[in-house]
Antibody
């Protein structure tokens, strides 16, 4: 049974870079069937998809965050990571990592959903 | 950035049927599958429905999903106290990003 666990600093200063890592256990991140995703949720608000990565390194990002986001993968450690630059208070949120499973079509958007999710980690942006 | 609109709240008494709507557009719900997630208080979201109306193993058949045009619905029949949670619809957009709904808080009276 695959499990995901987020880790990283809980406090980041404005204008700095937020960095988080997700460790996957119970399965290989190199499995060709899955993408590996980051999703966030500001306190008391809804969910926002940040982006995801394939084990080969192919990435897809939310256009609203694309200029500030980098998602990378380390297959040797069975981990993938998130970097979000130039953070502001608006980036304060619980950050979740999740496995994306489903199917990619030849063209257009995929048929993928997120399961399971990590427990989430709260990152606060404050000086 | 939510482009899928849900009612902020819904409620019912134990045993009742509750329906949550999710309204989108031709570029998301209108042309792609809909997914539903349940978020119990203080926990991470959990997949409830995929491909409009498919339940993962372990999800009770009290939960059902449907889609028509640019809207979708989640129905909870035989409402139970443990169903009290936030529910989010989601879909891919033709511009290749995933969008979540605004979320609906279900209260069991």
């Amino acid at each position: 049974q695959v499990q995901l666990q987020e880790s990283g600093p809980g406090l980041v200063k404005p204008s700095q870079t937020l960095s988080l890592t997700c460790t996957v256990s119970g399965g290989s991140i190199s499995s060709g069937d899955y993408y590996w995703s980051w999703i966030r949720q500001p306190p008391g608000k809804g969910l926002e998809w940040i982006g995801y990565i394939y084990y080969s390194g192919s990435t897809y990002y939310n256009p609203s965050l694309k200029s500030r986001v980098t998602i990378s993968v380390d297959t040797s450690k069975n981990q993938f990571s998130l970097k979000l630059s130039s953070v502001t208070a608006a980036d304060t949120a619980v950050y979740y990592c999740a496995r994306a499973l489903g199917y990619d079509f030849w063209s257009g958007p995929p048929d993928r959903w997120f399961d399971p999710w990590g427990q989430g980690t709260l990152v606060t942006v404050s000086s | 950035q939510s482009v899928l609109t849900q009612p902020p709240s819904a409620s019912g008494t134990p045993g009742q049927r509750v329906t949550i709507s999710c309204s989108g557009s031709s570029s998301n719900i209108g042309s792609n599958y809909v997914y539903w997630y349940q978020q119990l208080p203080g926990t991470a979201p959990k997949l409830l429905i995929y491909r409009n109306n498919q339940r993962p193993s372990g999800v009770p058949d009290r939960f059902s999903g449907s889609k028509s045009g640019t809207s979708a619905s989640l129905a909870i029949s035989g409402l139970r106290s443990e169903d009290e949670a936030d529910y989010y619809c989601a879909a891919w957009d033709d511009s290749l990003f995933y969008v979540f709904g605004t979320g609906t808080k279900v209260t069991v009276l």
